[in-house]
């Protein structure tokens, strides 16, 4: 399976994430699983008019595209002419090259959220009317259209997040190789489901405190993000906790909360991101599938029943109380 | 004179485009585009100071965690926050994880494998260079991917993930380190020395350090002149002629490396003049951004980018990239690992640079000198940890004031310039290390430094994308995606 890899309004930041993929041998594991790099704009030798020739084989059908990768948003502005990006040496804007490369691919696949949604680019006003290749944040359209489908049949995959972890990506690349992606294997917004159905806050390490309501009130702090710190781990679609980044690494982990960047439109979530939304003190981003009031009800009850232990190392930034070694032959 | 355009350029961070004059088969003169705007500086506008922390790493995936640094100095400078020492050693841990590692990629994925390329086929180092160089394939590029995935792994631990940390605060480091993990960072420490003690230098870093002029330099090289990836580099260099290749303007820029608790960086800052042998005091009220070639408004002259601002002017007559022209004192400068080394002294650059000036050769000189300075500095910084001590405090912002940050990234000095009035960004300046470096034309038409540097550079019968042109670009280590954010 050749893949060709394009990059357009983002940071280059899924590529450099890539280069971060659980192995020791990142070329061999994809030579291995059948995936060859036709160009990436990082680790290809061929520049200027030998790339120009390649993209031109691929619009000619004398070479065969297997997979596009964009990564980053289109820049349809400004006022729809795509000149916010138009790819050098060649006088085209990048969204008219995606356009028709896409045209050619057996898979198209967004790389990243600013290429699934529009992403970071998208904020504020937009400025440079930036979009994903077939959302506008959770809105079906993009650079694209609704209506598209790759050679496969297929809509445009989205593996999201900001940045997208290695293995979700190659991962994705393996499966497509393998033939193993289809329609069932993609959620509503066309995210492969074995990231996607999974939510942030499994596997977080910092459950006890979630469970007892014990809350961080600072940067540094060890308690649960979610009461006053932002974190929308319970209901962001991610297996960060679970499989890790970077080897040990995750948002929470780090001392940080989610902010859901695998979620279309997370760059504007209408509140500053390190501060949860409130009404009457409670948040108002709760899991998202669980009644309020029993969340309210449990949360209070959890709240009362609080070990000091927990309560105590929440709003520290070490261990200070730590779990006590009385018994033993724990039943 | 004939004309040749020259891109996509790639194994640079982002698009680039250079439009090249020839004459008698040399570039005659240059003009560097950045291709791309995305326009940060708008989206930052009217957002809460502290969400720039989301948004400004995401500027740039290469250069995310200088990016943060910038911003979280610049809001603690808006509000009078110091980092407790535990938050500015784990800080300077994290931007020295991602500065070597950029320096790594730079080196093996970016570089070197330009001298696999057909031209230099007839080399008698060229074999050598393909079995270590060749992208995708070259022994040694795999064996930097490989050291390059476990290096970032420091970052899992102390920064939860990279790139697009929110780990890096006003106050410090989200993140506290336990006595057990500083003991685990330490050996990734090593295990990074080790890979560029037998790959990369063949020789224990201190040595390498401590080289004091490009004799002793020479002297160790002749001992075994393959022998290790910098020997091989060396060896390449000098018989394709890199240290004459790409001369730059002369002045160098560092904002200062690595802050220390209680004041002073680690590399100390300034500006260094080549042709005086001067180091001189760095003023930032001194920083102009001159936007006359750029698809940008530019009414009222240059900026001072506390009072400049960015305005897309898509037809602007005369214009040819979307980056500004920044200047000091009006004057043209280069910023990078060389600036940071010429300007903190180090003897070996200083004498290097005084022979050949600032090249092809002495810039990427200057990154591997880095890599064999900094591993010693992040393990005394990892001693220093004092585990069940603060490692932030709480942001407190005032409504209305102004902030600076400075920082180094990988590629050169990095700034950033908030405004906030009523509690929300009034305008956000980023001036970024590529900004400087291939600057557009000002308006009194002197060209940027990466415009300076291709002039005079061969170009061979036949070649539509000169490889001279290619090393003279990549030398400086270009973030694209910075440059124009």
Known sequence: ?331 | MTRLLVGPFNRVEGDLEVTLELAHGRVASAQVNAPMYRGFEQILHGKVPHDALVVVPRICGICSVSQSVAAARALADLGGIEMPPNGQHATNVILATENLADHLTHFYLFFMPDFTRPVYAARAWHAEAQRRFAPESGEQVRAAIAARQRWFAMLGTLAGKWPHTQSIEPGGSTRPVESAERTRLLARVREFRGFLERQLFCAPLEQIANLRSEAELLAWHAQDPWRGDFRLFISIAHDTGLAALGGGPGRYLSYGAFAQPGGGHAFAGGVWHAASNALTRLDPAGIREDATRAWLADAGGPQHPSTGYTVPEPDKPGAYTWNKAPRLEGQVIETGAIARQLVAAHPLLRDTVARHGGTVYTRVLARLLELAQVVPMMERWLGQLIVNEAYCVNTVLPDDGVGVGLNEAARGGLGHWVHSQRGRIANYQIVAPTSWNFSPRDRAGVPGALEQALVGAPVLDGETTPVAVQHIVRSFDPCMVCTVH
């Not at chain 1, 997208?164 to 959620?187: E, I």
Request: charge should be neutral; hydrophobic fraction near 40%; proline fraction near 6%.
């Open chain 1, 1 to 331: 399976m050749n893949v060709l890899w394009m990059q357009s309004g983002g940071c280059g930041g899924c590529s450099m994430s890539l280069l971060c993929a659980d192995t020791n041998d990142f070329h061999g594991q994809l030579r291995d699983a059948g995936i060859e790099l036709l160009w990436h704009p990082s680790l290809s030798l061929a520049s200027g008019r030998d790339v120009i020739d390649l993209l031109g084989g691929v619009l000619e059908d004398r070479v065969p595209l297997d997979a596009l990768c964009v990564e980053g948003s289109l820049l349809r502005g400004p006022n729809g002419t795509g000149r916010f990006h138009v790819m050098a040496g060649t006088g085209v804007p990048m969204i008219h090259w995606v356009s028709k490369l896409a045209a050619k691919a057996r898979y198209v696949v967004a790389v990243g959220s600013c290429a699934a949604w529009g992403g970071i680019t998208a904020s504020a006003d937009n400025p440079t009317e930036a979009c994903g290749l077939q959302y506008d944040d959770e809105r079906p359209g993009g650079l694209l259209g609704p209506a598209f489908r790759s050679g496969s049949g297929l809509p445009v995959i989205n593996v999201a997040g900001c940045p997208t972890h290695p293995g979700w990506v190659v991962d994705t690349l393996m499966a497509m190789a393998a033939g193993n992606l289809n329609a069932a294997d993609l959620d509503t917004f066309a995210r492969p489901r074995f990231f996607a159905d999974q939510l942030v806050h499994h596997g977080c390490t910092r459950n006890e405190y979630y469970e007892f309501k014990a809350s961080a009130e600072k940067p540094s702090d060890q308690g649960c993000l979610m009461e006053h710190m932002g974190c929308k781990g319970t209901q962001a679609h991610a297996d960060c906790n679970s499989r890790l980044w970077n080897g040990e690494g995750s948002c929470t982990r780090g001392g940080y909360a989610c902010i859901s960047c695998t979620e279309p439109g997370f760059q504007e979530p209408g509140h500053p991101f390190h501060q949860t939304p409130k009404i009457a003190g409670i948040p108002i981003g709760l899991p998202t599938d669980m009644p309020k009031a029993w969340f309210v009800a449990l949360a209070s009850l959890s709240k009362s029943a609080t070990p000091r232990r927990v309560k105590i190392n929440a709003t520290a930034d070490h261990m200070v109380v730590a779990p006590a070694a009385r018994r033993t032959r724990l039943k």
